[in-house]
């Protein structure tokens, strides 16, 4: 392989590209090598009908792009990255390692496993690349471990859309003060817009404060929302707790503060997204789906309502159930049917209003994989479950949205089903991060569970 005295070898499992496909561009100066092992689980991959299909596809689509008009010998030397046309800083090589010639002994791990070879290649390419460095990239734990003991002197997760290290960093869209608010305050400068008062302070007060982030404290006697804020102070609208607590959207009040702030982000239109996180039995999709009703057929602010989820079985089996892809999706959006039932359960005839709600409200159940190329106008878009996507995919349906459009995102990242993702490397937790200051959406976290005792028993002590 060419010699790159300037940059380091980075070697890519398989989930790396189905994570981010176009992962090998994310290492500026250094050289990228893909072990054949990972073309060939890539080629098996991309014909299973698997939520990280459409993944492989575009990465070897990508990897074809790279390495399109260069001779065997060097794809295997390395062909220089700067050639591939799109918006990235990549200056190192491409290389594909041929992990076929490697012969099995009994000093290295059985190459009958795919990550054995992986394994095996990233040892060779180290011995052979000494004494620059090679790194062994994935996210598999296990992995991780098993090449450390294998003798791999570097081995690193994928950290390039990683924003935060540990999870209990991640914004929950709120702050809550220690005791009394108006007792740490000192000079305010309070104006009245129609019936909402505004309270300009020293930025001392909140230092690390976010666009829209919600402000409350321990006596549960001051509720307000960052409305502006520069480097010196921070303007905040008074929300009142009473007020907030009397919230009502589709006949659907607040348990409790969190669940206040949530409806009020949901009920406000000038928030573009809002993302609800928390434990199971928090309220996210009730809430979501009561303040998506009161906004479309009560106000008429919107024309329908899109609800799409992704579960690691979906695209897997919708193809093998019955009727329409509304039918389809139904046993996997069943917490919005349940939610529908609950919000009609005393009605004189349940099953009358729901089907009269959901020709009124023009409720879809869509595919997320049927998102992707539409463009939605005038709609409350719902994504839950959205812990188990990845930014990329995120990426997709939020660039769906066009005129008019309002997106719910849900999620708990205590329930993670993806295998290719964690509580810090999720979708969800990419975009609570990326979106944080961004003035058009809204965060909260439902801290609480409000279905039953049982419920949250589970989720405190499980």
Known sequence: MSENKAGKYFILDTNILLH???AFLNFDEHNVIIPMVVLEELDKIKDRNKDVSREARVAIRSLEEALKEARPDEIIDGVKLSRMHGEHNAQGTLAIFPDYQLEQNESVLSLSENDHRIIQA???IQKDKSPAEVVLVTKDINMRLKAKGAGMKYVEDYRTDQLIDD???LTKGFYKFEGDFWSQVGSVET???GRDAYHTMGRELLPQVFANEYIIDE???FAARVDTYDKDSVTLMDLGVERLMSYDAWGVRPKNIYQA????????THMDMVILTGPAGSGKTFLALSAALQMVVEQGIYEKIIVTRNTPEIAESIGYLPGTEEEKMAPWLSAITDSLEALHKHDESMESSLSYIMKKANIQFKSLNFMRGRSIQNAIVILDEAQNLTASQLKTLITRCGENT???????LAQIDSYYLTAVTSGLTYIVERFKDYPGSATVNLNGVVRSSLAQFAEEHL
Not at 261 to 268: C, F, G, R, S, V
């Open 261 to 268: 702030m949530a409806l009020h982000a949901l009920l406000d």
């Open 20 to 22: 981010d496909p176009l």
């Open 219 to 221: 006596t549960s006697s």
């Open 167 to 169: 999870i209990r960093l």
């Open 122 to 124: 990233a040892l060779e």
């Open 191 to 193: 104006h009245q817009e």
């Open 406 to 412: 309002k997106l719910i995102v849900s999620g708990n």
